[in-house]
DNA sequence: AGGTTTTTACATACAAAACTGTATGGTTGG
DNA sequence: CCAACCATACAGTTTTGTATGTAAAAACCT
């Protein structure tokens, strides 16, 4: 085989992760060996094992390629506005959260996180998720802590029961949503689950 | 090898399906062979054939052997006194439905079917989760409508938004609590939850 | 009841396919 | 000229499904 220039190698790259997110969305990770992702890519095996060192290495690298929706809602809380009220302040975040999973790509491999992939050698998505989660939690009860202080949460809520309420709401909905996403659209419903819980828990 | 009688085979059935319970939960599905499932009974792949067709054919069997809790719930809401408010009728159902979810058992087999198991041959656990998510909001849409139609609900919260919101918050603290069982208690820390979200309801 | 036959409930053996990792080869860019 | 970039070839393991063997339970017969 010729050998490529720098860009045609990280192109070649690029194919492979592709070929990747497509066949392990369809057929699930387990499912799929390297040699039905090199061909999707109209490549071979040689190539894959070039780039990457094997399934698992393969698997991180198509998994960090794109930022998680759980950390960008983090992000986004942290860099909301202060002069806003808390609350206004973590229900725009969490829209924010929302229009990242407008990009396929990222829709995918998120499907393929939770739903498409077990553990194997010593990948364990289950940690993943948890970090995720954990993640999530910990930017958002910070800013509810802020409600509550101030008064602005019903009376009996505590920050962290309406930081654990608005984490579980929005796994749950995120994994309904990868399910079946073109059952109905993600910002539409989360957007209006997030405005209502939002409104039940202001005083 | 000499014949078992009736009551040992399907004793021999049992410990099988146990096995696979076990060895599922720790290596998730896609990973373990049959061969591993039969040492793991005492017995060899011969046993396994016999009794069930395939690897398929042994999940499935495993998964209908447990009441799943989704529909328990249903179950419970539908059974529900019909002197009460429907808004209790609901927050005591989802604790009877927590209240299944005790056995280690079911436990195992909600964990492998959320978390360690992809679809492999005819079989899509996607599917069937779906169709849980999906008998868990009918029944409780009807009880909530019921609920809305007696000026129950908070103002600008319909049936449906409560029932979504209810199961998405219920959806979530399962996969958490799957994710880690030993991190805190599905009882108390649901119960608190679903305590809090129908008080937030209220009018 | 006792003897015979037929199934049952597995264990063992075998063939076939699939997948992995590596080793090797061949161009060509830098 | 060397190493990057990939294709091809090869050896090895793992898993699956089936085929065969077999001792005893169960059914049948008288």
Known sequence: MARKTKAEAAATREALLNAAEEVFFEKGVARTSLEQIARHAGLTRGAVYWHFK????????LVERVRMPFESLVEEVNNADTDISPLEAIRLACH?????????????????????????SDINPIEMQEKFGEECLDGMLAVFQLAHDQGLLREG???????????STLGGLFHDWLRTPEAFSIRERGGEMI???IYLMQR
Request: with cysteine; net charge neutral.
């Open 195 to 197: 405005d209502t819980l």
């Open 54 to 61: 094997n399934k698992a290495d393969l698997f991180m690298a």
């Open 96 to 120: 924010a959260g929302l229009n990242h999973l407008e990009q396929p790509s990222r829709q995918r491999i998120l499907s393929i996180l939770l739903h498409r992939c077990e553990f194997f």
């Open 157 to 167: 809520l505590s920050a962290e029961l309406a930081a654990r309420l608005m984490q």
